[in-house]
């Protein structure tokens, strides 16, 4: 069974910084393709950034370009989610699933979510 535990989330002031983690148990990440999600209340969730299986492609929404970073340690069974210069915008919980490729697409592979990590932005 599909699980994954997101963390590192938490309060920051704009600017700052936070790395998120996605790891994975019952597979092995390497085999997937993986998307960072973000939701706050009252709006769907979107895609933030994606990492195709061969680590070959990675893709980001235009608001966090340059900004943030994923990246996938194999070893670990851990893809992260590298955040600088956060904004206040960029408050939300923080969500990893498994996406089909193309990875861009955001399309979820296996429906299976986690608790989320909650990240919030604010002087």
């Known amino acids: 069974q599909v699980h994954l535990v997101e963390s590192g989330g938490g309060l920051v002031q704009p600017g700052g910084s936070l790395r998120l983690s996605c790891t994975a148990s019952g597979f092995t990440l390497d085999s997937r393709a993986i998307g960072w999600f973000r939701q706050v209340p009252g709006k769907e969730r979107e895609g933030v950034s994606c990492?195709?299986?061969?680590?070959?492609?990675?893709h980001y929404i235009d608001s966090v370009k340059g900004r943030f970073s994923i990246s996938r340690n194999n070893y670990e069974n851990t893809v992260y989610l590298q955040m600088n210069n956060l904004k206040p915008e960029d408050t939300a919980v923080y969500y990893c699933?498994?996406?089909?490729?193309?990875?861009?697409?955001?399309?979820?592979?296996?429906?299976?979510w986690g608790q989320g990590t909650q990240v919030t932005v604010s002087s």
């Open positions: 699933a498994t996406v089909v490729p193309p990875c861009r697409e955001y399309d979820i592979f296996e429906d299976s």
């Open positions: 990492i195709s299986v061969s680590d070959d492609f990675t």
